[in-house]
T-cell receptor, first 111, second 111 residues
Framework: GDSVTQMEGPVTLSEEAFLTINCTYT??????LFWYVQYPGEGLQLLLK?????DKGSNKGFEATYRKETTSFHLEKGSVQVSDSAVYFC??????????FGAGTRLTVKP | DSGVTQTPKHLITATGQRVTLRCSPR?????VYWYQQSLDQGLQFLIQ???????AKGNILERFSAQQFPDLHSELNLSSLELGDSALYFC??????????FGSGTRLTVV
């Protein structure tokens, strides 16, 4: 079935470092792809999404490009801040309504 | 505010007891999903309802049950509670094609 695999954490970076969190997917069709973020003590919030191949989702300085040829949707940010410390989840939407989530990657940014 | 409301935010109860968690979906969303998130951060899908009908089951224990009412709010009932049931329980709602919107969760502590 459809699934998502994301890099294991935790990831620890210094402020202003470059961030990449890898995410690959397996799907029979062409799912929409998402990144969610969960700040400490909160629920998951949609960070960005892409609905078709070559689409780039972006929000709050984060970007991810839907790559059909490599079945990937890696999350990137050029300069992380302490406030970006959170758990990041890659996810795909299938059957128009159901989602598969990755295991989550915990990011800690140190000043 | 995501528009998905979960109550209560925190719940502390003893082993063997029964609790009910409540979720009001975003206005217009017909689907409600329940997830359990343990300390190791992964999201476990429990159950989905669509317009009052059970649509999909995940890793939901027999001690757990749920329902969705005509006004579309949903309740998750957890009975014969064990220490291992301590977790965050999230509700999410969705409209077709747009991914999940999550509530802020209920933190259940079983003592």
């Amino acid at each position: 079935g459809d699934s998502v695999t994301q890099m294991e954490g935790p990831v620890t970076l210094s402020e202003e470092a470059f961030l990449t969190i890898n995410c690959t997917y397996t799907a029979t069709g062409y799912p929409s792809l998402f990144w969610y973020v969960q700040y400490p003590g909160e629920g998951l919030q949609l960070l960005l999404k892409a609905t078709k191949a070559d689409d780039k989702g972006s929000n709050k300085g984060f970007e991810a490009t839907y790559r059909k040829e490599t079945t990937s949707f890696h999350l990137e940010k050029g300069s992380v801040q302490v406030s970006d410390s959170a758990v990041y989840f890659c996810a795909l939407l299938y059957n128009n309504n159901d989602m598969r989530f990755g295991a989550g990657t915990r990011l800690t940014v140190k000043p | 505010d995501s528009g998905v409301t979960q109550t209560p935010k925190h719940l502390i109860t003893a082993t063997g007891q029964r609790v009910t968690l409540r979720c009001s979906p975003r206005s217009g969303d017909l689907s409600v999903y329940w997830y359990q998130q343990s300390l190791d951060q992964g999201l476990q899908f429990l159950i989905q309802y669509y317009n009052g009908e059970e649509r999909a089951k995940g890793n939901i224990l027999e001690r757990f049950s749920a329902q969705q009412f005509p006004d579309l709010h949903s309740e998750l009932n957890l009975s014969s509670l064990e220490l291992g049931d301590s977790a965050l329980y999230f509700c999410a709602s969705s409209v077709a094609g747009h991914g999940h919107t999550f509530g802020s969760g209920t933190r259940l502590t079983v003592v």
